[in-house]
């Protein structure tokens, strides 16, 4: 088996994955190596060694003298099972490398990277956070009663597991929050160590922020303690404070177009008007797209902007009255915002009054989709535009269009489970007798074959959307970046900035965190969008992704 192994592992192995799976694009301190290469490394050193292991626990030796003269059987060969194109196959991996034999100044010694040692803790310690991760108690208590704690500091492999699988990538496999109350549990039960083994741990990592890839560095976005701990110095550094910034109130603003018919529409809104009266007061403003003696234009941006500020100006209290708000006036928002333009400049206009207050955008924009004020397409449009160029590397922009695409993938499966149901209905009822199959029994609940047919139409048209969706972001992802290139080699200077870097991770972290979708379209991708005329950069991002699969 070894030698089938050796020719495996020495043959030409494809592993342009690994640069897309490394939580560092650099190789200091720690190489992080592929999985197969460090395994195979481990066993072969392991080999050197004649096989001798004094890790694993052996209680059979105890009923060594029954075993020897027990029967014995020999095993039938196992074949795998035959590959099936259904099958989803676990994603290859790079090893997650924090610690090395010097970061330990006393006790044990930890076992070196190549050691299979190292190799069975981590997995013994994995096995453990993976059986108990719903219960950070016993998982801790379970992490520090490891049976090989004597022979290994364990607080220093424990740490770097914890944060090997909160880096996890593609992705996490719990939330990020379990981790964290994980390391505040293990630091209640072990005070005289483990903070100090974490805190080594935090210095280390943001040592090497500015090589970290750009989905792990979100992972360890703590804002508001960050905000309590730098010094007063550090604070023109600091966010703006989270409040509205409501151009009509401020000084100067009465010669703004729209102020007059904003003051009048903030009174009647006071005054519980209804949606009818609102539209009436907005009727008065005149349209700046309008041309002389020229057709009507699909939606007028003066309109929105004084209703879309002055309403979530009012409902600025909390999120209950901008939700309330946006309830209330769903026909005006509905009315005003018909095309996707139009939908665009909502989502301008509530940006340019609440872009001091992130949570509050993430939730409106949140609101407007549940609400079909917006559709997908014009979020992911407005993300790329210039509006948003300001705050474009900043991260909620990123979590406004990774919500986006959640939203628009739930839908699509809720009409999949709901056209399965409705199938497996049908299904049924042609078992039963012909007066219920004709509708005689008065089950209205019962779907009819045109009912089936028309879920399937709207099942295809919401799968369209999907694919559209991913399509249109890729496509400015592109355009963006080779925009960025364009423009660095007019000015002579290197593209390869910090925006460059974040902005390919951000096109890696989509692939990741929605892999299981944008795998049904890497064919279309590839012949449509990621051609080999593009920037060979933008290009490398789509091929490792591709190659996970491969």
């Given amino acids: 088996m070894v030698f089938f192994m050796r020719m ?10 690994a640069p897309a799976l490394r939580v560092w694009q650099a190789e200091a301190p720690h190489a992080q190596e592929e999985g197969l290469d460090c395994l195979w490394a481990q066993v072969s050193k392991l080999r050197s060694e004649k096989w001798v292991e004094r890790h694993l626990v ?39 490398r924090l610690f090395d034999y010097t970061d330990c100044p ?32 016993v998982c801790a208590a379970q992490l520090l009663s490891f049976q090989g704690k004597l022979k290994v500091p364990l607080e220093y492999m424990i740490v770097e597991v914890i944060f090997g699988e909160l880096l996890r990538l593609p992705t996490s496999r719990q939330l990020e929050i379990c981790y964290g109350s994980l390391l505040l549990e293990l630091c209640k039960l072990q005070p005289s160590s483990l903070p100090q083994v974490l805190a080594q741990a935090v210095e280390l990592l943001y040592e090497q922020l500015d090589t970290m890839n750009t989905d792990c560095l979100d992972r360890l976005s703590y804002h508001q303690r960050v905000v309590e701990l730098v010094p007063a110095s550090f604070a023109p550094f600091l ?11 401020k000084e100067g603003a009465d010669g703004l177009p729209g102020a007059p018919v904003a003051a009048r ?14 539209l009436e007061v907005l009727a008065e403003l005149p349209n700046p797209l309008q041309e002389d003696e020229g057709m009507e234009p699909a939606h007028n941006p003066l309109k929105i902007q004084v209703f879309v500020e002055t309403l979530l100006y009012i409902a600025s ?3 209950s009255h901008s939700f309330a708000g946006i309830a209330k006036f769903h026909y005006v928002f509905k009315t005003l915002a018909s095309t996707e333009e139009a939908q665009i400049c909502v989502l301008r206009s509530t940006y340019d009054l609440w872009h001091n207050h992130q949570q509050m955008m ?31 590397m900043r991260p909620y922009v990123w979590e406004i269009l990774h919500l986006t695409i959640r939203k628009m993938i739930k839908h699509v499966r809720k009409l999949e489970l709901e056209l399965e149901d409705a199938k497996n209905k049908l299904s049924k009822e042609g078992s039963r007798s012909e007066d219920v199959r004709m509708g005689d029994s008065g089950d209205k609940d019962h779907p009819t074959e045109e009912m089936v047919e028309r879920m399937e139409e709207k099942l295809e048209a919401t799968q369209s959307d999907l694919k559209n969706l991913f399509l249109i972001i890729f496509q400015r992802f592109i355009m963006t970046l080779t925009e960025h290139i364009g423009q660095c080699e007019v000015e002579g200077t290197n593209f390869q900035t910090y925006w460059f870097r974040w902005t390919l991770g951000r096109l890696q972290e989509v692939f990741f965190q ?37």
């Fill in 8 to 17: 495996f592992m020495n043959s030409k192995r494809q592993k342009r994955h």
């Fill in 58 to 96: 052996r209680p059979y030796l105890a009923f060594d003298g029954v075993l020897c003269e027990a029967l014995q059987h020999n095993l039938p060969s196992l074949p795998p099972p035959p590959h099936q194109p259904h099958y989803i196959y676990p994603f290859p991996m790079v090893v997650f």
């Fill in 106 to 137: 006393e006790g044990p010694v930890l076992p070196g990277s190549h050691s299979i040692e190292r190799f069975l803790g981590e997995e013994q310690l994995r096995h453990i956070l993976e059986r108990n991760y719903a219960d950070r108690k």
């Fill in 239 to 249: 966010p703006a404070k989270p409040v509205p910034d409501y151009r009509f109130e």
């Fill in 265 to 278: 529409l903030s009174s009647c809104i006071r005054n519980k008007c209804t949606p009818e009266e609102a």
């Fill in 317 to 319: 209290k909390s999120f």
């Fill in 362 to 392: 993430i939730g409106l924009v949140d609101k407007y989709l549940k609400t079909q004020i917006v559709e997908c397409s014009a979020v992911a449009n407005w993300v790329f535009s210039k509006d948003l160029a300001p705050d474009f």
């Fill in 514 to 550: 929605h892999h299981e979708h944008v795998f049904k379209y890497v064919t279309t991708l590839e012949s449509l969008l990621f051609t080999s005329d593009i920037d060979p950069h933008v290009l490398e991002v789509f091929q490792q992704f591709a190659a996970l699969r491969a």
